[in-house]
């Protein structure tokens, strides 16, 4: 099983639909969950971070962390077009390696 | 301001050469990451520099070996290339150990 788990997709959705992106985990000790985009052929953009549970909002995109469930969303309202993109969740725990590890990412289309 | 800036963009290598990867890391950032993400994948850790020391290493075998100068610009070395190098070399740079990381547009690599 690997640590950090995330539906490749691809997910597909018409242009203004709210958008759900999620990723489990195993790893207990994760505190620091952080969510990238990656356009294609372009290097990962962070968009949030968050520190253990609770939410955190900026703009249209929304992160969520579940540590009882070991389970953190992204959702993003009002999507579009220019949203396409890969979006991977990362996550690293607060003490020994500072290194997140990574989702393999989900394909997001948003279709006009 | 420059963000973090990789080169080449892209190369095509035979099986057994070797290969010299580059990364100027953004301004005023002082520790450069290096990360391999094979198609559909999330990036892997491979290494971190840091004071020009290597301050943490993945899962990656001897043949990946690294450099950060004094300007903290950064190498990525891979010795007897495999076919299953094949992937998007990303740096990555942030100031020590903080969430907020800063990655380049990455380096094509195949080898054929």
């Known amino acids: 099983q690997k640590e950090v788990e995330q539906d490749p997709g691809p997910l597909s959705v018409p242009e203004g639909a709210i958008v759900s992106l999620n990723c489990t985990y195993s790893?207990?000790?994760?505190?620091?969950f952080m969510w990238y985009r990656q356009y294609s052929r372009k290097g990962p953009e962070l968009l949030m971070y968050t520190y253990s549970s609770g939410n955190k909002e900026d703009g249209r995109f929304t992160a969520q962390v579940d540590k009882s469930s070991k389970y953190i969303s992204l959702f993003i309202r009002d999507s579009q077009p220019s949203d396409s993109a890969t979006y991977l969740c990362?996550?690293?725990?607060?003490?020994?390696?500072?290194?997140?590890?990574f989702g393999r990412g989900t394909s997001l289309i948003v279709h006009p | 301001d420059a963000g973090v800036t990789q080169s080449p963009t892209h190369l095509i290598k035979t099986r057994g050469q070797q290969v010299t990867l580059r990364c100027s890391p953004k301004s005023g950032h002082d520790t450069v990451s290096w990360y391999q993400q094979a198609l559909g994948q999330g990036p892997q850790f491979i290494f971190q520099?840091?004071?020009?020391?290597?301050?943490q290493r993945g899962n990656f075998p001897d043949r990946f070996s690294g450099h950060q100068f004094p300007n903290y610009s950064s190498e990525l070395n891979v010795n007897a290339l495999l076919l299953g190098d094949s992937a998007l070399y990303l740096c990555?740079?942030?100031?020590?150990?903080?969430?907020?990381?800063?990655f380049g547009e990455g380096s094509w690599l195949t080898v054929v």
């Open positions: 790893n207990s000790a994760f505190q620091y």
């Open positions: 990362a996550m690293r725990t607060t003490g020994g390696s500072y290194i997140p590890t």
């Open positions: 520099y840091y004071e020009e020391e290597e301050r």
């Open positions: 990555a740079s942030s100031v020590d150990n903080q969430n907020t990381i800063y």
